[in-house]
């Protein structure tokens, strides 16, 4: 039966005995070997009682197996719901409760703590390490290598993909077929993906950049990937001489550049870089070609709505742009307060539509209705300006969002775990500027009335509550929040007042 994710992503390299993934080890697993494996785990799903449409969570270390467990998850019909490896098990069991998970598979070592989070939803709890072990694994142990695809339209889903919201509360992002296949599609050809190219892959698999941009695009094009558990300099460096292209969010490049060992010789097999997920800073994009002669290939994109902009493979990559819109993409300006479209370089709220813009969010009508426009637009909360030669600009968020190394925060969910703290009345969270992470989370604390919280207990009420890179990393105490006529706590005096915190001279991390 047609499934036309597995039939575009997978299916075209049934029995190929080709390499598919590089792993740090030195040996390669073809793409015979992976589909096989991923059809194993689609037996094990179906016999958990998976069927076309339920959801399959996972929080699982980067390893082939779990990549495998996407594939296996689309050729048995049901929809991908990857978590990050960081959140905390409070954290986990919103996204399992509120999707109604049919399977959650999860770290052994986690199995324990998640065993009531599944157990409140009726979900079957499987485990998966990286090292091939598991329960997952176990049941996988002589099942057939093949399995009878599930049949799936293009329009269904097929991943959900939890973002945070200005109100503290999470939305699942819906990724139909279309959306994945068409943005893939769509991105190998504008970078000239082929069969030959070896991508370095150092991000996480449980985000869009990852996830799909990453790996969708050397399915498509049939090429393998440099498979790395997470960024780690050295490993980089012993890959490049062997890759063909590395995608990443700017603190890899910073980070590179940071390294001596980064020279043009060491980048002189590569053929592209590309960057996204956050601002590229222009310092970064010229550094970064004063040492190895590439112009970072710099693109645009967001969970709901994949990738919207890139700067182009042949023409002028500009620094401080994302570039025009991809093929079959719409992007346009609008006045934020009317929705009118702006004139040619103005700024204004960035808007999108085409086959790469989700279907809305799960079981939330409300939110779909406040962001998704009946005319198929979506308000990106991002605010950005055309230049003259039809570039996108982003020049800021209308959203309050902290992006800090490629992890979006939303404010809202730490102030809610702040003001809840003893001695609290308000507090206020900001980004700051950072040398590695772009933007590091700041907390602003007003005390009751005769009460001194301490900076260390409240980073430890975080610790319990939040994953890691949510965390403050610096907490500040005030007698008042700087508010506006309306009330309002004005953010931009706060940032103002605190951005030097982490400023290259005085940085920790
Ligand atoms: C890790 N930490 C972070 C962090 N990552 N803190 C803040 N922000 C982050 N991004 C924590 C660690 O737990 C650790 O805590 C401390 O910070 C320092 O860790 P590190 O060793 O320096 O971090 P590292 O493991 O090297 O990870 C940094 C990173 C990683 C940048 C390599 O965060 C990363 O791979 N980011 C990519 C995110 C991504 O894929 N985004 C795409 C979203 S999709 P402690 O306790 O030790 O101090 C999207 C759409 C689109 O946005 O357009 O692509
Ligand atoms: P996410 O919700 O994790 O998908 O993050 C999407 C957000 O990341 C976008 O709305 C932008 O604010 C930001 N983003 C992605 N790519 C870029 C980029 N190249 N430059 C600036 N911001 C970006």
């Not at 370095?200 to 090429?223: E, S, Y």
């Amino acid at each position: 039966m047609p499934n036309p994710l597995f039939d575009t992503l997978f299916a075209p390299h049934m029995g190929r005995d080709t390499p598919f993934l590089h792993l740090a080890d030195g040996s390669t697993l073809s793409y015979a070997t992976f589909l096989a494996r991923a059809a194993q785990f689609a037996h094990v799903l179906a016999a958990e009682g998976v069927v076309a449409g339920d959801r399959v969570a996972a929080q699982i270390a980067k390893s082939p197996d779990a990549l495998a467990l996407f594939a296996a998850t689309v050729q048995a019909g049901a929809v991908f719901l990857p978590l990050n490896t960081a959140y905390t098990v409070g954290e986990l069991g919103y996204f399992v409760e509120n999707s109604r998970a049919k399977v959650l598979v999860c770290d052994p070592a986690n199995a324990p703590a998640l065993a009531p989070v599944a157990g409140a939803v009726g979900a079957a709890l499987l485990t998966l390490d990286d090292t091939g072990g598991g329960s997952l694994a176990a049941a996988a142990i002589g099942a057939a290598p093949s399995f009878d695809t599930a049949g799936r339209n293009a329009g269904d889903l097929a991943a959900l993909l939890y973002t945070s919201g200005t109100t503290g509360r999470s939305k699942g992002a819906m990724l139909t077929q279309s959306n994945l296949i068409s943005n893939a599609q769509v991105l190998a050809k504008a970078w000239r993906f082929t069969a030959d190219d070896v991508l370095l892959h150092a991000l996480p698999i449980f985000h869009t950049h990852g996830l799909f941009v990453a790996t969708n695009i050397t399915l498509v094009a049939g090429g393998s990937m440099f498979f790395l558990p997470k960024f780690d300099p050295d490993a980089v460096l012993a890959a490049l001489p062997r890759a063909t292209a590395m995608m990443g969010v700017p603190t890899f490049y910073t980070r590179l550049l940071g390294e001596p060992r980064f020279t043009r010789e060491a980048a002189e097999h590569m053929r592209l870089f590309v960057s996204g997920s956050a601002p590229l800073l222009e310092e970064t994009h010229r550094q970064f070609e004063a040492r190895t002669g590439h112009r970072i290939l710099e693109r645009y994109g967001m969970t709901e709505t994949n990738m919207n902009t890139s700067n182009p493979y042949e023409g002028a990559r500009r620094a401080g742009t994302v570039g025009p819109p991809l093929p079959g993409v719409e992007v346009k300006i609008t006045d934020p307060e009317t929705g009118a479209a702006l004139p040619r370089g103005e700024v204004g709220q960035i808007e999108v539509r085409g086959p790469n813009v989700f279907a809305g969010y799960w079981e939330m009508p409300e939110k779909t209705a406040a962001e998704l426009r009946e005319s198929g637009f979506f308000l990106t909360g991002d605010l950005g300006r055309f230049d003259g030669e039809g570039y996108l600009q982003i020049v800021g968020r209308s959203k309050d969002l902290i992006i800090s190394g490629g992890y979006n925060i939303y404010p809202k969910e730490i102030e809610l775990v702040l003001d809840t703290q003893p001695g609290v009345l308000e507090s206020a969270v900001i980004g700051v500027p950072h040398p590695d992470f772009g933007e590091t989370v700041v907390a602003v604390i007003v005390a009751k009335a005769g009460a001194a919280p301490e900076e260390q207990a409240l980073l430890s009420a975080c610790s319990g509550a939040l994953a890691r890179f949510k965390q403050p990393r610096k907490i500040l105490f005030t007698d008042a929040l700087p508010r506006n006529t309306m009330g309002k706590v004005q953010k931009n005096a706060l940032r103002a007042e605190h951005g030097g915190l982490f400023a290259p001279d005085q940085a920790t991390k």
